[in-house]
């Protein structure tokens, strides 16, 4: 069966002269036909595989429903021994794929320009675009398809709009030229019958330049094609076309062009695909369901859907989420395709209450069982032959002796009878006990500890943060990390403060008063006791909170200004080296380190560097002794998480570095005071302390090798000392690793692609353990295969990672033009080898990567990749590190923010509000929006806010008596304050950091803060609107199969 994707018209449907301020061409023409990613070899594009060759078995992407009964047979014993949501029965779900997406693994950026695709706009007379305008059709582009192409009648929406004289306007939404500003008049558009969507897509399109023609016009059914796909031949891709390259006017490379004529008609947003409908459509139809993991290559629901995982062989989506869970079975079809090949791995994710923790398996003095040659862990991969004697690796094909100790009969289905019984063969994720072997020196670890480096220069006194951390950690440390069986933690804690000196306090229990040591040699840094530094905080108890109060009043009247940094770090891993255990440094920094001592920064910051050749170091750091230092810290399993509370630069790339290689997390407050970032603070200092974490931790992804493919690149708060071992002092709950994937041969499509992720660590208790997290892939030779199994918010997570790396080797516009020139391609492809024939005006995308248009577009205005010198180097470079180690929920919610409207929520019911779209045609007068990021909170009031919202949230009459300077809420006891207080309550607990909320007015100058995050609009920093960067990426892909 033929498949058709989304398709869209005209405006995104002729070649542009330039849209949205995007790059015509990608570098210099080529001298051969390209398709190669980033510094690939150049590749030709081959043709697409007769229908002929094909499988027939069944359609590509089958009629679906939305939720399937389980199955009747239920091969799994009801008793099973399963990770996931209790009491339910295992199901599949043969709902509509989410939005995902992966690819082949490329080397990431390459120094030299990505192909050209140049060629001349097609010409289109104004009239004939007004045509074309009056007469486009648009079907459903929902997820739920139709394998027969009926037609859907129902009564027709009308839509109108007036008619607008001619004027001169600011850079619009579509350039002259092909399809410049028209001053035909618009007549009402009416809808006729529409088209059920074909399998696998969405289709909106012209039926031709017919000015009579008002309403829209009926497509002719989609065509089946029982062997499979037709070969569509439109060419080879990136054959060199003749003709200019024009610039585009405003936004990314280009600045800003005023075009004068007509005003053009506006085409309706609600015509393109919307990531609120497509999350909203997951929700219907998985939401409360439990996702089952007994399949290979099922695609999960969406990172926004809530829905309960039940562990049943593979990994659940909570631990590992791809870009696609079907891999091309080939090299060459990964290259032409250009979909990355990615998982994002959270090893040591949190697993909701309502669904079964790990189970730790303990073999004793055996030690977990692995294959003699690739080394994999047994899971559930492994084949067990001969009557139970011997074991074939699913990874490498090795035949094993099985162990006299594991040894188990098989039943009659060549199952051992204790399958059920041993988590390692049932489940895909699971811990073993490490033996002595997998610790350092052959010698058990000693518990963790937590070290708090407070910095008391005078900015920080006179603030109050140093109170204020003093007394939270007086409370705090009675919540310090335990095992789950544990009555009391067994990490010790110890305290440092500093400014240009550093002063080490010995709090041991049989002490009346601590003592203080100063250590004024910052040239070679030692630590001058061990016995009574690091302590536990039940025993010392009375001694530390001693401390705590007595050292705002030491420094008190302090006026040293100056302080060290490099010194702090390498005290704090001395003290963890000498005491022979893991551990993480809290440190409490408010300025550039500028008093004499390695390490010592100056101010760098050179905004006019922005959008030049030289941008890039801005990003790296600015010596290289931090790097060094980091290197040192994770050798020696010393984390850092840095806490700043800058007023000025504070060369966040240079200091920023140390979190970052060491897995640990970078805070920053702004001008901090205590009234309004204080909350905060502590806040996400409680969750810092509080989080599951493991210690010294090594990460190794083994992946089905004689199979053909392997990991080749790494992204995250990690360490790469070589190429196969992610090495992190620590790793906390929220930290993710985006791994690229390769092929080195043909992969089966027999036996799939095997991932096996191991994770070595310590944990709080001081027990070396590994976790273990298996899940197994599809393989197909179709592309249609690939494209439907795609997750377009992992495939996100990996462009953003990926471009943010490059940074700091590549120039900000060549970066930019290589996310384009990909996104053309992948959709390219698609159109190329799935699509069913369709006029090349038309937009066709997979349903799967609808919404990647609109996430590419938002990652590109970025302020990472904006490229504008209003923003901070120092914002920019605490954004790109924070992007870095997210997980798939935290970059969709980042890239994509929500915008909930609060004057629309039901007080009486506990359903939030649904999200619209992030665009300022869905704001109203009349309205109240919550916005949300992850990294900042904006509550929106319309001029004409409903006065019962605004009297029982803020216990004010109107919006204009409403304080924007308040940083909370009020607790309020009325249903409008209780449901909103709860809304945000339970947004920040989904989110890495706490964000103070922002209250904004329309129309008044807070309000373009606001403004930067509607990110489906033209950014105010630069960057086209969503509707515009549509017509850019249209373009390249139509000069792609020109």
């Known amino acids: ?614 941008e890039k170091t801005l990003f790296q750091p600015q010596t290289s002794i931090y790097e060094n230092l980091a290197k040192e810290c994770v050798a020696n399993g010393c984390c850092v998480d840095l806490f700043l509370f800058p007023n000025q630069y504070v060369d966040v790339a240079t200091l920023g570095l140390l979190p970052l290689l060491t897995g640990g997390t970078l805070y920053k407050y702004n001008n901090f005071q205590i009234q309004n970032e204080g909350p905060h603070f502590l806040s996400d200092l409680r969750g810092d302390v509080q989080k599951q974490i493991g210690f010294d931790a090594i990460m190794r992804v083994r992946t089905s090798t004689d199979l053909g493919f392997r990991a080749t690149d790494f992204f995250g708060a990690i360490y790469m000392n070589n190429t196969t071992d992610a090495e992190m002092a620590a790793v906390d709950c929220d930290k993710a690793i985006t791994v690229e994937f390769k092929h080195d041969d043909k992969l089966s499509e027999e036996n799939g692609a095997l991932i096996q992720c191991a994770l070595l660590y310590t944990s709080v208790g001081g027990q070396r353990r590994l976790r273990v997290h298996n899940l197994g892939l599809n393989c197909s030779s179709h592309f249609a295969d690939l494209y439907k199994s795609c997750e377009t918010d992992a495939l996100i997570n990996f462009f953003a990672k990926s471009a943010y790396k490059a940074l700091l080797s590549q120039p900000l516009k060549t970066i930019k033009e290589i996310l384009i020139n990909q996104t053309a391609h992948m959709l390219a492809c698609y159109r190329k080898n799935c699509a069913s024939p369709s006029a090349v005006s038309q937009l066709i995308l997979p349903d799967s990567m609808k919404v990647l248009p609109v996430y590419m577009n938002c990652l590109l205005k970025s302020h990472i990749l904006v490229g504008s010198s209003e923003i901070s180097t120092d914002e920019r470079a605490f954004q790109r590190q924070v992007v870095m180690s997210m997980g798939v929920a935290d970059s969709q919610a980042f890239f994509y923010p929500r915008l909930i409207p609060i004057h629309t929520m039901d007080t009486s019911s506990e359903t939030l509000p649904s999200a619209v779209r992030c665009s300022e045609e869905r704001l109203s007068e009349g309205g109240i929006f919550l916005l949300e990021n992850g990294l900042n909170t904006f509550l929106w009031l319309g001029v004409s806010s409903p006065p019962e919202f605004i009297q029982g949230i803020f216990n004010v009459p109107s919006s204009t008596h409403v304080n924007t300077e308040a940083t909370s809420l009020p607790e309020l006891d009325n249903p409008y304050s209780k449901k909103l207080r709860a809304i945000l309550n339970s947004t920040k607990s989904k989110r890495l950091h706490s964000t103070k909320l922002m209250i904004v007015k329309q129309r008044e100058k807070p309000e373009m803060i606001f403004r930067q995050f509607l990110v489906e609009d033209k950014g105010l920093y630069g960057g086209a609107s969503y509707m515009d960067f549509l017509c850019c990426v249209h373009k390249e892909i139509r000069q792609l199969l020109s």
């Open 1 to 614: 069966m033929s498949q058709q994707g989304y398709v869209a018209t005209p405006p995104y449907s002729q070649s542009q002269p330039g849209m949205g301020g995007y790059p015509t061409g990608f570098g210099p023409p080529s001298s051969q036909p390209l398709y190669g990613h980033y510094s690939g070899t150049p590749h030709s594009y081959s043709t697409p595989q007769p229908a002929g060759t094909l499988k027939s078995a069944a359609p590509v992407n089958p009629p679906v429903s939305a939720v399937s009964p389980p199955s009747a047979h239920n091969p799994f014993n009801p008793n099973n021994l399963q990770n996931g949501f209790n009491g339910c029965q295992p199901q599949r779900f043969h709902s509509p794929l989410p939005v995902s997406s992966q690819g082949p693994s490329f080397p990431p950026y390459s120094n030299s320009p990505p192909a050209s695709y140049q060629g001349p706009a097609s010409a289109a007379s104004p009239q004939q675009v007004a045509n074309q305008f009056g007469s486009m059709q648009i079907s459903s582009y929902g997820p739920g398809v139709n394998q027969n192409p009926q037609m859907l009648h129902s009564p027709p929406p009308q839509t109108s709009f007036p008619a607008q004289p001619p004027q001169r306007m600011p850079p619009p939404a579509l350039p002259t030229g092909p399809l410049g500003p028209t001053a035909s008049p618009v007549g009402p558009v009416g809808m006729g019958s529409l088209p059920s969507p074909p399998p696998g897509g969405m289709q909106c399109g012209f039926p031709g330049p017919n000015a009579s023609n008002t309403g829209f016009q009926q497509q002719l059914p989609v065509q089946t094609h029982a062997q499979g796909y037709p070969s569509q031949q439109r060419g080879g891709y990136g054959s060199q076309l003749a003709g200019p390259q024009p610039s585009f006017p405003g936004a990314f490379p280009g600045g800003p062009a005023q075009l004068a004529g007509p005003q053009q008609k506006k085409l309706d947003p609600d015509s393109i695909p919307s990531p609120i409908h497509v999350i909203e459509d997951d929700k219907t139809r998985r939401a409360g369901q439990v996702y089952t993991t007994n399949m290979r290559g099922q695609v999960p629901p969406l990172v926004t859907t809530d829905c309960g995982m039940q562990d049943q062989g593979n990994a659940t989506p909570h631990f590992i989420r791809c870009t696609s869970y079907c891999f091309p079975s080939t090299s060459d079809m990964a290259k032409q395709s250009q979909v990355p090949l990615a998982a994002v791995i959270k090893p040591l994710a949190v697993i909701p209450k309502n669904e079964s923790p790990l189970y730790i398996v303990n073999h004793g003095e055996n030690g977990p069982l692995r294959c003699n040659r690739c080394k994999a862990y047994m899971c559930p991969f492994m084949q067990f032959i001969e009557g139970g004697r011997r074991y074939q690796c699913g990874f490498c094909n090795c035949v094993n002796e099985v162990p006299p100790f594991y040894f188990q009969h098989l039943d009659h289905i060549g199952r051992r009878v204790d399958y059920y019984e041993r988590p390692e063969l049932s489940l895909g994720s699971y811990e073993f006990v490490a033996t002595l072997g997998y610790c350092k020196n052959n010698k058990p670890p000693n518990p963790p500890a937590f070290i708090f480096m407070i910095d008391v220069s005078y900015s920080n006194i006179k603030s109050g943060l140093v109170k204020l951390i003093c007394d939270e950690l007086k409370i705090l440390l009675d919540t310090l990390p335990k095992e789950d069986q544990a009555e009391i933690s067994a990490m010790r804690v110890g305290f440092v403060t500093y400014n240009k000196v550093l002063h080490f306090y010995n709090v041991k229990s049989n002490l009346a008063q601590p003592q203080m040591m100063v250590v004024t040699d910052v040239e070679e840094m030692f630590v001058p006791l061990l016995d009574g530094f690091l302590v536990s905080f039940q025993e010392s108890r009375s001694v530390i909170n001693n401390l705590l109060d007595q050292i705002p009043e030491m420094f008190a009247n302090t006026n040293e200004s100056e302080t060290v940094f490099a010194p702090v770090i390498q005290a704090g891993m001395e003290a963890l080296k000498a005491a022979e255990c893991a551990g993480k440094l809290f440190v409490f920094q408010s300025s550039l380190p500028t008093a004499e001592a390695p390490g010592k920064l100056k101010n760098r910051d050179d905004r006019k560097l922005v959008n030049t050749d030289k």
